[in-house]
């Protein structure tokens, strides 16, 4: 079997990129123009389809198991690692990571995810969370295109 350097590189240099966007306390969106970015879809300008799905009981003051869902419905390999998602809560018209949820332990791996199919990944919310507007975001990779986005999950409120 032949690796090419390109592909070992990408293989190396992605779990820190993902590491990084899962570790960043970033105030604002991420940064792409305003006007590419779908909530629940890969922030990319052909539209490719990667959505980033929440799915359980969202209590309020948080505490609650949730699932995280990647769907790729498109024609090329997305890479991933779910661990490595932040949780947002709206602020104005920006969003902000939450505090201390960015603090778990994940593996520097990365996944790759075939054309129409999903992943999931079972996470908690954590418990005190305030009322307010929410958000997942996680970065993917579309392999082909050796192109990183960030997909995230439609907005959803603690009550």
């Known amino acids: ?18 590491l990084a ?25 052909d539209g490719t389809p990667v959505t ?8 309020p003051g948080g ?11 498109s024609d090329e390999r997305v890479g991933f690692n779910l661990c490595f998602h932040i949780l947002e809560e709206r602020d104005g018209e920006s969003w902000v990571t939450v ?5 778990r332990v994940c593996t520097l791996v990365i996944h790759f995810l ?10 908690t919310l954590p418990a005190g969370l305030e009322a307010g507007e929410y958000r997942f975001r996680v970065a993917v990779n579309l392999a082909d295109r ?13 009550h």
């Open 1 to 18: 079997m032949r690796i090419s350097t390109r592909s070992s590189l990408t293989f190396l240099v992605l779990p820190l990129l993902l």
């Open 21 to 45: 966007v899962g570790c960043e306390e970033s105030s604002t969106s991420p940064q792409v123009e305003d006007d590419l970015f779908q909530p629940g879809h890969a922030l990319l300008a």
């Open 52 to 59: 980033l799905h929440v799915e359980g009981l969202l209590t």
């Open 63 to 73: 505490g609650a198991d949730v699932v995280l869902r990647l769907d790729n419905q």
């Open 99 to 103: 505090p201390g949820y960015e603090s």
């Open 114 to 123: 075939d054309p129409g199919n999903s992943a999931n990944y079972n996470t």
């Open 146 to 158: 050796e192109e990183m986005a960030d997909v995230a999950t439609e907005p959803f409120t603690m």
